[in-house]
């Protein structure tokens, strides 16, 4: 019997063409040119909602509210958000701001908030109080500047941004200053939010100065922050040409659930000062809360014939 048999030179095309087929398909597909240039990681949407009731207005209503967008690649980020604002029925964009890091100094430039004080740079959501006090901003959103860095326990930040004093003048193209400078003394202080929850079991005591420059006047902030276990306590002391209000706040964590705390503001310009007392029943810490709280002193009609009101909220994050 006769058994066909191949030549070693009959082999040759087959064993290049396998070699071919294989290289190929270990070589890897060129990098396009979006691959270069889009984010490692695509943009993120988060943000919170909170519905709300006042027994002054008497009705329900939506309260403390955020979309964001944002996103990084390497050394650069963006962040994009707006807020609804249910008096006026209306939407508006808070944040538009780009970042980036050189020479090991963190650059913003956009719309954001200024380095004041620390009731108005707190993220919203995170406020244990259901309001902002009012010094330092307010949690204003302002077009600028900012350059902002930490050595060892200090931190810091300049800022260079337009004077939103008159928004319908184009005439008012005045720039503020501002500068912010904060010293941890004991411990590493938790600066973007309010209340005892996220220092439970550590000590910290932090200090911090702000000054405001501008067409409005000189204004200085002087803070400073404790924590010790379930305790919190934050005071703040504004040097202003039109006064010098006092805000001082605490907390106390009756476990990691309840959360109860005292604020007062002195606003220093003839008026009463303004009390408020609130309860947290925290069921994801302050990505998923409720909120009680008695507000007395401020004037909340057009009277001021009424000076009290409780307000409840339930804030969930996303």
């Avoid at 939103?164 to 411990?187: I, K, Q, Y």
Wanted: net charge negative; proline share 4%; glycine share 10%.
């Amino acid at each position: 019997m006769t058994h066909p048999t191949l030549s070693a030179l009959s082999l040759l095309p087959l064993i290049s063409v396998t070699a071919s087929a294989v290289a190929a398909a270990a070589e890897p597909d060129p990098v396009s040119l979006m691959a270069l240039t889009r984010p490692a990681e695509g943009p993120t949407i988060d943000g919170w909602l909170e519905a709300s009731y006042n027994d002054f207005a008497g009705n329900f209503a939506v309260g403390r509210n955020r979309v964001q967008v944002g996103g990084e690649f390497n050394d650069y980020g963006y962040v994009i958000s707006v807020d609804y604002d249910d008096p006026t029925s209306s939407v508006g964009l808070r944040d538009a701001y780009a970042t980036a890091s050189y020479a090991g100094v963190g650059w913003t430039f956009g719309q954001f908030r200024a380095p004041t004080t620390s009731s108005h740079l707190v993220t919203e959501s995170h406020q244990f109080f259901m309001d902002r006090t009012g010094f330092g901003g307010g949690g204003l959103r302002q077009t600028g500047l900012m350059a902002s860095g930490t050595f060892d326990s200090f931190g810091w930040a300049l800022a260079v941004m337009d004077d939103e004093g008159l928004p319908a003048d184009p005439n008012d193209d005045d720039e503020d200053f501002h500068a912010r400078v904060t010293f941890d003394v004991m411990g590493s202080a938790h600066r973007d939010c309010e209340g005892s929850y996220d220092s439970l079991g550590t000590t910290n005591l932090s200090l911090a100065v702000a000054l405001d420059s501008g067409s409005s006047g000189d204004t200085t902030y002087i803070e400073g922050t404790w924590a010790n276990g379930p305790f919190w306590a934050h005071l703040e002391l504004v040097d202003a040409e039109t006064g010098s209000p006092v805000t001082l706040a605490a907390t106390y964590a009756i476990s990691t659930q309840y959360e109860v705390g005292l604020r007062t503001e002195d606003p220093d310009d003839g008026a009463d000062s303004a009390t408020s007392i609130a309860v947290s029943r925290y069921v994801s810490g302050h990505n998923c809360k409720w909120t009680l709280q008695f507000d007395d002193g401020d004037d909340y009609d057009a009277d001021g014939s009424e000076d009290q009101r409780i307000s409840a909220g339930f804030l969930v994050s996303f």
